[in-house]
């Protein structure tokens, strides 16, 4: 595989290729200091992963991504964000473009040398993944409807339209690749929701408010970052702050939102385990819940309680994935009633509010 890192830092080039190089299925690296120079590499051959730096002379990140749309082949495209409020907005802006995931710039670091172990830890991962999934023959659409058949759910549900579901709440958990997922998702809601949703999407601070921001604007239904021991209300949608769990409770008629910062699980926070464990408590066979794309298992146990309460599970195929980690966890352990695409998982949150995608 074919590997294009541009960055206008010398220095983080040349961290970035020093980790891509400990990647036996990357064959080949090429560096870029700027997105002009990026496209000239693009339109003179293939590649297959991309790193890009958002802020950068001569073409920045978005610019580059928006001239990228023209090309007749696009690489997987990772985004190399600041952690500030403006990094955070850029990097929204970049999911919109194309870009697949991001990571961020190490801050408040004593030296390279750990700094670039912070990126090792981010970055490795995520391109192993991605490596593993491009490596595999692209899935067919008709190749994704079997799995049900192959691994039928721990818990049948009688409910087999699940079209049909009226839920009180909808909980949904993603990470790499999740907020396009997300709004492919979600982009046929329309206010007035008649119930509240939930999002843990693993983001850090700053990142999940740009997220809400997007959503709002998107849809028209009011989200935001969950405030801690906020009443519950329908037509709203919660989106779990970075580094904060977000988990619900009944307080007499009523449900509360409650953030804390307790350990991580699966090493990262907000979890959507958490989420998802607490829904189930309090909303039982009324509870939608919907694993997106993303690394690891985080959401496995929770779709496990919800099963176990009577509440529906969608999970997203792996072929519309960007990593079918947290999904493939998931149906592994058969804690789901459908595996869906994107498109049909809008379809039947459509069908949930009488109207069609």
Same mark, same amino acid.
């Given at each position: 595989? &074919?590997?294009?890192?541009?960055? $206008?830092?010398?220095?983080?080039?040349?961290? /970035? %290729?020093?980790? *891509?190089?400990? +990647?036996? @299925?990357?064959?080949?690296?090429?560096?870029?200091?700027?997105?002009?120079?990026?496209?000239?590499?693009?339109?003179?051959?293939?590649?297959?992963?991309?790193?890009?730096?958002?802020?950068?002379?001569?073409?920045?990140?978005?610019?580059?991504?928006?001239?990228?749309?023209?090309?007749?082949?696009?690489?997987?495209?990772?985004?190399?964000?600041?952690?500030?409020?403006?990094?955070?907005?850029?990097?929204?802006?970049?999911?919109?473009?194309?870009?697949?995931?991001?990571?961020?710039?190490?801050?408040?670091?004593?030296?390279?040398?750990?700094?670039?172990?912070?990126?090792?830890?981010?970055?490795?991962?995520?391109?192993?993944?991605?490596?593993?999934?491009?490596?595999?023959?692209?899935?067919?659409?008709?190749?994704?409807?079997?799995?049900?058949?192959? &691994?039928?759910?721990?818990?049948? $549900?009688?409910?087999?339209?699940?079209?049909? /579901? %009226?839920?009180? *709440?909808?909980? +949904?958990? @993603?990470?790499?690749?999740?907020?396009?997922?997300?709004?492919?998702?979600?982009?046929?809601?329309?206010?007035?929701?008649?119930?509240?949703?939930?999002?843990?999407?693993?983001?850090?601070?700053?990142?999940?408010?740009?997220?809400?921001?997007?959503?709002?604007?998107?849809?028209?239904?009011?989200?935001?970052?969950?405030?801690?021991?906020?009443?519950?209300?329908?037509?709203?949608?919660?989106?779990?702050?970075?580094?904060?769990?977000?988990?619900?409770?009944?307080?007499?008629?009523?449900?509360?939102?409650?953030?804390?910062?307790?350990?991580?699980?699966?090493?990262?926070?907000?979890?959507?385990?958490?989420?998802?464990?607490?829904?189930?408590?309090?909303?039982?066979?009324?509870?939608?819940?919907?694993?997106?794309?993303?690394?690891?298992?985080?959401?496995?146990?929770?779709?496990?309680?919800?099963?176990?309460?009577?509440?529906?599970?969608?999970?997203?195929?792996?072929?519309?994935?960007?990593?079918?980690?947290?999904?493939?966890?998931?149906?592994?352990?058969?804690?789901?009633?459908?595996?869906?695409?994107?498109?049909?998982?809008?379809?039947?949150?459509?069908?949930?509010?009488?109207?069609?995608?």
């Amino acid at each position: 595989m &074919r590997m294009l890192i541009v960055d $206008d830092s010398v220095v983080f080039r040349s961290q /970035i %290729k020093a980790i *891509a190089e400990q +990647i036996p @299925a990357i064959t080949e690296i090429v560096l870029a200091s700027n997105g002009k120079l990026a496209l000239q590499r693009l339109e003179a051959s293939s590649f297959d992963i991309m790193t890009l730096d958002l802020e950068m002379p001569e073409m920045n990140g978005l610019d580059t991504l928006r001239a990228m749309r023209n090309l007749p082949r696009r690489p997987a495209v990772l985004v190399f964000s600041a952690l500030s409020s403006r990094g955070a907005e850029a990097t929204i802006k970049a999911m919109d473009l194309g870009a697949l995931d991001f990571f961020t710039k190490p801050t408040q670091v004593l030296n390279l040398e750990e700094a670039q172990q912070l990126i090792r830890q981010d970055l490795l991962p995520r391109i192993t993944e991605l490596c593993q999934k491009l490596q595999k023959k692209p899935a067919s659409a008709s190749a994704s409807k079997p799995l049900d058949q192959r &691994r039928q759910p721990m818990q049948p $549900d009688l409910r087999t339209n699940s079209e049909l /579901i %009226k839920p009180d *709440a909808v909980v +949904i958990g @993603a990470s790499t690749g999740g907020p396009a997922a997300l709004k492919a998702v979600m982009r046929s809601l329309r206010p007035p929701l008649p119930f509240p949703l939930f999002i843990a999407q693993h983001m850090p601070p700053l990142f999940t408010k740009s997220l809400a921001d997007n959503i709002t604007e998107m849809l028209g239904i009011p989200a935001a970052e969950a405030q801690h021991q906020e009443v519950v209300q329908p037509n709203r949608i919660y989106v779990a702050p970075g580094d904060y769990h977000l988990s619900l409770k009944n307080r007499g008629d009523q449900v509360l939102t409650i953030l804390d910062q307790k350990e991580k699980r699966h090493s990262v926070r907000p979890a959507v385990d958490v989420l998802f464990e607490s829904a189930a408590d309090i909303y039982g066979h009324k509870l939608l819940g919907i694993i997106l794309t993303g690394m690891g298992q985080d959401g496995m146990a929770g779709c496990k309680q919800i099963k176990d309460k009577r509440g529906m599970i969608l999970i997203q195929d792996e072929a519309s994935s960007a990593v079918w980690g947290m999904p493939g966890a998931v149906f592994r352990l058969g804690a789901y009633d459908r595996v869906c695409t994107l498109e049909e998982m809008e379809q039947l949150l459509a069908r949930t509010l009488g109207r069609a995608a």
